[in-house]
Structure formats: structure tokens, C-alpha cells
């Protein structure tokens, strides 16, 4: 039997970096959920200055209406 874990192969393959995936119906609010973790739990844990803008750069944007968002 094989004792490597798994978690070990997952930050070996991801350098280190942790990624999640929100799934769910349209207009459930996962936009939001993701928006509203980030800035609560992850933004101002983020103590360089450049990676925290660059990581609020990437957040889901929104737009009412007709608004176009590139």
C-alpha cells in the first residue's frame, strides 16, 4: 500500500495553492458567497499590499441592468 497522501499530492501539483469550486443553480448567490469570503476572511489576512489588490483585481464583479462588465 502506497503511504503518500493525498494532500501532499494536491499542494505538490498546485504549488501550495489551495483552489475551490462553487457550484450551484443560476441566482443562488454563489457570486456573492465568493465575493463576501474573500473580503471578510481572506483579504485582510493578505499581508503584502500587491497580492492583496491583485486578489481583490480578481474578485466576481457585478453589474445592474444593461451594464456591460469586461
Same mark, same amino acid.
Not at 17 to 31: A, E, M, Q
Not at 38 to 56: D, Q, S
Given at each position: 500500500?502506497?503511504?503518500?497522501?493525498?494532500?501532499?499530492?494536491?499542494?505538490?501539483? $498546485?504549488?501550495?495553492?489551495?483552489?475551490?469550486? +462553487? +457550484?450551484? @443553480?443560476?441566482? $443562488?448567490?454563489?457570486? $456573492?458567497?465568493?465575493?463576501?469570503?474573500?473580503?471578510?476572511? =481572506?483579504?485582510?489576512?493578505?499581508?503584502? =499590499?500587491?497580492?492583496?489588490?491583485?486578489?481583490?483585481?480578481?474578485? @466576481?464583479?457585478?453589474?445592474?441592468?444593461?451594464?456591460?462588465? $469586461?
Amino acid at each position: 500500500m502506497n503511504d503518500r497522501s493525498i494532500y501532499e499530492d494536491i499542494a505538490l501539483r $498546485t504549488d501550495g495553492d489551495i483552489y475551490l469550486g +462553487v +457550484v450551484g @443553480p443560476v441566482r $443562488t448567490g454563489k457570486s $456573492t458567497f465568493i465575493k463576501r469570503f474573500m473580503e471578510t476572511l =481572506v483579504l485582510p489576512n493578505i499581508e503584502n =499590499v500587491y497580492m492583496r489588490e491583485r486578489a481583490r483585481d480578481e474578485l @466576481p464583479q457585478s453589474g445592474s441592468g444593461r451594464t456591460i462588465m $469586461t
